[in-house]
């Protein structure tokens, strides 16, 4: 069965710095374009960042620009979000997700069309 595990969020003040990690289960990356998203109380799921297919492209949401990369490391089979000058609003449960239905190897998909979702990791940013 394929899976994504998230791990990496915590509880930090504002202004500082987490990096999270995905790493897929029963499958490995090549090939999958991946997304990473989050999910506030109260709030939809929104869109972060993604990857495409072979990692020439990446995009991120106007909030988080500037502050957030993506990044990935082959050799470990793991990709991460770095997310510095953390901010109240960006309090949320991240998640990553991953497919292989896209129409280009060079799509960066934006929206939550993912057919592999991992359980999410909480983020919360506080004093």
């Known amino acids: 069965q394929s899976q994504l595990a998230e791990s990496g969020g915590g509880l930090v003040q504002p202004g500082g710095s987490l990096r999270l990690s995905c790493s897929p289960s029963?499958?490995?990356?090549?090939?999958?374009?991946i997304g990473w998203f989050r999910q506030a109380p109260g709030k939809e799921r929104e869109a972060v960042s993604c990857?495409?297919?072979?990692?020439?492209?990446?995009d991120y949401a106007a909030s988080v620009e500037g502050r957030f990369t993506f990044s990935g490391d082959s050799a470990k089979d793991t990709v991460y979000l770095q997310m510095n000058n953390l901010k109240p609003e960006d309090t949320a449960v991240y998640y990553c997700?991953?497919?292989?239905?896209?129409?280009?190897?060079?799509?960066?998909?934006?929206?939550?069309?993912?057919?592999?979702w991992g359980r999410g990791t909480q983020v919360t940013v506080s004093s």
């Open positions: 029963g499958f490995a990356w090549d090939y999958y374009a």
């Open positions: 990857l495409s297919a072979l990692g020439g492209v990446t």
């Open positions: 997700a991953a497919t292989r239905s896209y129409s280009s190897t060079l799509e960066c998909r934006m929206t939550p069309n993912y057919d592999i």
